[in-house]
């Protein structure tokens, strides 16, 4: 049984990862754009703390409703005493009435004088009765050996002040703002997972450029080679060519290096295994590149949009409801309250060794009268909360439009240097094209060549950077503008 869960689960997580990432003709491990901001989201760790926080604050919101009904609680315990209970500590005399017709009232019985008439005295200096009731010590000793107890109780709020009001809201509020975070969280995932994504779409480029760059030394050096063994090339050409030659291998490692990283950086924000062997769906060959970007934006519908924006909004509301529950505690609370109580032994009917109870019902009211002014300073307090949190939101409103502004000239920018590095490319292609042709005339050096070979290499290489730099800037302006999905 256990074999078939763990063999269930397999199938599971091997189906929900073929949904986010292929595998190419080579064998790789094939990763979309989408696919791996989908894997991010659904791995990212925070992400599921978010989650996490989302569910905890639903909790809550139901927990604040509850204290709108009655609570019903139960209350017992047992007591073993090691002695009983005696009213009287011996046996009790107590001196009897009769009635007396000459005085038509009750007079106590007492032994008298037979000569004078008169109550004879005792010891004590007090009349000694003729006739005594007796209670034995026994009569009024009770056994309170093991005594069981206990009480049900219903308690109903009829008026707290607001305070169930105002945290019912603030668990509400705090719900959404949960919400808003999470949101805001997975932006900042998404974002990340981007730049990590089109990291490796330019360095697997750059990495194509340094093979068609040693290639093209390769080339050279053989070329340079025949040269020396013709006598129309120095050794010192031939050492300036090697050098570069070697040089260029260095890099075309260091860059696979760099590729190698860049992936295992990918896979670790999708939550996917370092070690594995992957390939991204885009290359630079197939991107469409957008040269349209606004200059202004309508900074209302920004503020909307952004998650942040909304928190702190939220946060506002928050603070104002607990301002109403720091006012609470200085406003009458009044409560119904109902009670059955029941022990062993009891005394409802005499004193029995068994159970019995009875019911009751009231009304508590409690009424603040003097805190030295405590519950009011907590009241100014949160007071001071709510105008601050105000105030943090006009500064995070002027940071974002200063962000908007920034973004926007950024991607303006970075299109315009991507447009330049196109022509500069063209221009680099040409460069090349003539100097080799010279080099085959014998009207150029070899320096002439490998100059032209690294003009060439840089203009490809800062056309990669400006490409993904566009887009880049363009992630990140939907970000800041909160249109990133």
């Known amino acids: 049984m256990l074999k078939r869960f763990h063999l269930y689960t397999a199938i599971v997580i091997a189906a929900a990862s073929g949904a986010f990432a292929q595998t190419a003709p080579t064998g790789e491990t094939l990763l979309t754009l989408e696919g791996c901001r989908e894997l991010a989201l659904k791995n990212n760790k925070q992400m599921a703390i978010n989650n996490e926080k989302v569910r905890q604050a639903g909790y809550q919101k139901k927990e604040a409703f509850a204290a709108y009904l009655p609570s019903i609680d139960f209350a017992g315990g047992y007591t073993y005493n090691q002695k009983n209970l005696s009213i009287f500590d011996s046996d009790q005399l107590l001196p009897t009435k009769s009635f007396d017709l000459a005085t038509q009232s009750y007079q106590f019985n007492l032994v008298k004088n037979p000569v004078t008439g008169e109550p004879v005295a005792g010891p004590n200096g007090q009349p000694i009765p003729s006739e005594v009731a007796l209670i034995p010590k026994e009569a009024m000793t009770f056994d309170i050996h093991h005594v069981f107890f206990g009480a049900v109780t219903l ?25 808003a975070m999470k949101d805001n969280e997975s932006q900042n995932i998404i974002y990340a997972v981007d730049a990590a994504y089109w990291q490796v779409v330019s360095l697997e480029a750059k990495q194509k450029l340094a093979e068609s760059y040693v290639n093209l030394l390769d080339s050279l050096d053989q070329n340079v080679d025949l040269m020396l063994k013709q006598g129309v090339a120095t050794v010192s050409d031939k050492l300036s060519v090697d050098v570069k030659l070697n040089q260029a291998n260095v890099d075309l490692v260091k860059v696979k290096n760099g590729v190698a990283l860049c992936k295992m950086a990918l896979a670790q924000l999708c939550g996917l295994p370092v070690d594995g062997d992957y390939k991204v769906a885009d290359d630079l060959s197939q991107v469409n590149l957008s040269s349209e970007v606004a200059s202004t934006y309508n900074m209302n519908e920004v503020y909307s949009r952004r998650q942040d924006i909304k928190a702190l909004e939220l946060g506002i509301k928050m603070t104002g409801q607990l301002k109403n529950v ?25 004193y029995k060794k068994k159970f019995n109870g009875a019911f009751s019902v009231g009304v508590g009211v409690k009424i603040p009268i003097w805190h030295w002014r405590g519950d009011f300073n907590k009241y100014r307090a949160a007071r001071s909360g709510e105008t601050i949190m105000k105030l943090e939101l006009e500064d995070a409103k002027e940071k974002i439009n200063l962000q908007v502004s920034q973004a926007a000239f950024k991607a303006q920018e970075a299109v315009k240097t991507y447009e330049m590095t196109q022509s500069n490319l063209k221009k680099a292609d040409e460069n090349l094209r003539c100097a080799r042709l010279g080099f085959k005339e014998g009207v150029m050096t070899t320096d002439n060549v490998m100059e032209a070979q690294t003009a060439w290499l840089k203009a490809n290489s800062e056309n990669i950077d400006a490409s993904i730099d566009v887009h880049l800037c363009d992630v990140y302006l939907s970000k800041v503008l909160g249109t990133l999905k």
Do not use: C, H, W
């Not at 609470?328 to 059955?340: E, K, R, T, W």
């Open 155 to 179: 308690t109903q709020p009829v008026y707290m002040g607001g305070k169930i009001v105002a945290m019912n809201k603030l668990t509400g509020f705090a719900q959404q703002l949960a919400e």
């Open 326 to 350: 720091a006012r609470a505690d200085m406003l009458p609370n009044i409560v119904l309250l109902g009670s059955y109580g029941f022990s062993n032994p009891n005394m409802f009917d005499g």
